[in-house]
């Protein structure tokens, strides 16, 4: 034992009073310090815990109302995800569309996440993973967005605090958490924003001796491209956003401070472009892989009339927030694309506040970005109250560009929740430092606007239970880990209850046909799902119709060409399907006798 350990030993071999008494003050001091701090993140995991209540304290068993069919599809992905931990995951899956498969980069899979939180995964199920997610994703989002304003801004924390609680929990992130982890997990955007920030005051040489601090630039570089990579397997629709946010927002910040536009732009274009290069050769493979790899596809899925933003929706509140209504969920497409819904509140006081900025680089910059993406997120052309104007919006010039194409115009409104909420912070630390009658009527202003949107819990509704075919592990007697077992009826992009199945498994088995974006439309055009096998289809009738039909030698070789396509190792029927004595004499007339496995028949191939 060293003699310093030995001075730090009491009587009983306890540590000495007058040694721990020093760290537990050094501890005391530094919670002290940042008490602002962690009562803001306490406060946001709270709120985000609150309005998550309803899939706790059993994710298995509950299901969001507004939205089960995308919630069974991302606790898919994030069993699929998780397989990386075992060695057993590929860009292009077999464990749906069997046998063709699934290019996961076409499809929002949330790779980093599902890789991230595998342990959990593994160890209580990919609902309890999804629950998890859903509220960290508005809590680590707002928290990221407190640490960005307190740091890079050194605004008052109450105006921080404020603010980022309107950056993670305004109506449009709300919204998407509405099973859309790829569009919440915003809590890596704060920091590219910062990456750049941190990268102009190194370009700016203004009062350096020696110019631009080319190290700092270069490290900056790097650490953008870093999370750029990052974002790019966590959402890549929230780093397009952010990206043409920044493109829009550099140029007008630099317009009005043009003296040190001039001083930074050799560096700090230097380290755009040197950002970019790494980034390049980061992400090249794998959007080559999304765009020209197997099952990829090209072109736009959602047509931008429809998914575009009703004008009339950026003054009305959300019908998920405390004043909203529910009649104008008429206003956007569904549940999870409240995306513009700011109301008059919130929409008069973000506008006052920026016009009393006046022109301060920071606040022209935001109020630059929230005006182009807010006319962007009206689509191509105006919609007013549910009726097509006739106007033609700027969006209709980036109608069928690649990449572009492929986002839906009504998520461009979400990059406005984050530039107002940097307004309204950049207002109240303005209005908290001062005095005056303008200056007290802010935080009032503010406060309302805030209180306007206040969120209400998502609804959630029980779920339908799993077979104890599946939960018990009664699947491996007749498939093999990594085969193929057909469910019947098949998963369907209305239907994918039947994807459950493998999630619960882990994804250790594949299914056929199922929800997904896969190149199955005119073409090769994307399209949800794919087509149905013969025997899919005659089986889904059943399910639908109860009623058996009649089953001849020809019906018997497609459904044995069937069974060869899907390389299937065995069928199963459960109890609990829609008509299954109907749809068991059909599968006894197609092959046979069945045998019993708990509670489930199966035919084995």
């Not at 999304?290 to 998914?307: C, K, N, R």
């Not at 089986?539 to 020809?554: F, K, N, S």
Request: proline share 8%; charged share 15%; aromatic share 8%.
């Amino acid at each position: 034992m060293t003699s310093a350990a030995r001075t730090a030993l009491g009587p009983a071999g306890r540590l000495d009073p007058a040694v721990t008494r020093p760290r537990t003050a050094r501890l005391l001091a530094a919670v002290a310090r940042h008490r602002a701090g962690l009562f803001a993140g306490l406060s946001f995991a709270l709120l985000a815990g609150w309005l998550t209540h309803g899939l706790w304290p059993a994710p298995g068993q509950r299901v969001l109302a507004l939205n089960p069919a995308d919630q069974t599809l991302y606790e898919w992905f994030l069993a699929v995800d998780a397989r990386a931990l075992l060695g057993d995951f590929g860009l292009l899956t077999d464990r749906l569309n069997a046998p063709d498969g699934v290019n996961l980069l076409t499809n929002t899979t949330v790779i980093a996440l599902g890789v991230l939180l595998a342990p959990v995964t593994f160890a209580f199920g990919a609902p309890v993973t999804f629950a998890l997610l859903a509220a960290g994703n508005l809590a680590g989002t707002a928290i990221a967005w407190y640490l960005l304003f307190t740091r890079a801004l050194r605004a008052h924390p109450l105006a921080a605090a404020l603010g980022a609680a309107l950056c993670g929990f305004g109506p449009g992130m709300v919204s998407q958490s509405n099973a859309h982890l790829h569009m919440t997990a915003q809590w890596l955007v704060p920091l590219l924003v910062w990456l750049v920030i941190r990268m102009l005051r190194a370009a700016d040489p203004a009062g350096r001796t020696g110019g631009a601090d080319r190290r700092r630039v270069a490290t900056s570089a790097v650490g953008l491209a870093a999370a750029v990579t990052a974002q790019f397997f966590v959402g890549e629709e929230v780093l397009f956003l952010a990206a043409v946010t920044l493109l829009v927002m550099v140029p007008a910040y630099g317009l009005a401070d043009r003296a040190r536009l001039r001083r930074a732009l050799p560096a700090f274009g230097g380290g755009l472009a040197m950002a970019a290069v790494l980034a390049g050769f980061a992400l090249g493979y794998p959007v080559w892989y999304q765009f020209a790899g197997p099952q990829a596809v090209s072109g736009a899925l959602f047509d931008p009339y429809h998914y575009a933003a009703d004008l009339t929706g950026w003054v009305t509140l959300s019908p998920l927030t405390v004043l909203g209504d529910d009649a104008a969920s008429r206003l956007a497409t569904g549940p999870a694309e409240y995306n513009t819904f700011l109301g008059w509140p919130l929409l008069l006081v973000t506008v006052g506040c920026a016009a009393w900025l006046g022109r301060r680089p920071p606040a022209v910059a935001c109020a630059a970005g929230a005006v182009v993406m807010g006319v962007l997120s009206l689509g191509p052309e105006v919609l007013v109250s549910g009726v097509r104007s006739g106007l033609r919006a700027p969006y209709a010039l980036l109608v069928g560009l690649p990449v572009t194409e492929t986002a839906l115009p009504t998520r461009f409104g979400l990059a406005v929740l984050p530039l107002a909420g940097t307004i309204l912070t950049l207002a109240l630390d303005r209005a908290l430092a001062g005095r005056g009658r303008v200056r007290r009527l802010v935080p009032v202003a503010v406060g309302v606007g805030l209180l306007s949107v206040f969120p209400t819990p998502l609804p959630t509704t029980p779920r339908p239970p799993l077979p104890e075919f599946v939960t018990a592990g009664h699947w491996r007697q007749c498939v093999r880990p990594g085969g193929v077992l057909v469910p019947v009826p098949a998963a369907t992009p209305t239907d994918p209850g039947p994807m459950r199945w493998a999630t619960a498994a882990n994804a250790a088995f594949g299914v056929p046909e199922g929800f997904f974006i896969g190149p199955y439309g005119h073409d090769g055009a994307p399209s949800v799902g794919t087509y149905p096998q013969p025997t899919s289809a005659l089986l889904a009738d059943v399910a639908a119709r109860g009623v058996p039909p009649t089953i001849g030698d020809e019906q018997r070789r497609q459904a044995a060409r069937d069974v060869r396509f899907w390389g299937a190792s065995c069928l199963a029927l459960t109890d609990d399907a829609p008509h299954a004595g109907a749809l068991r004499r059909t599968l006894e007339a197609l092959f046979g006798p069945g045998a019993r496995v708990a509670d489930a028949w199966t035919w084995r191939f």
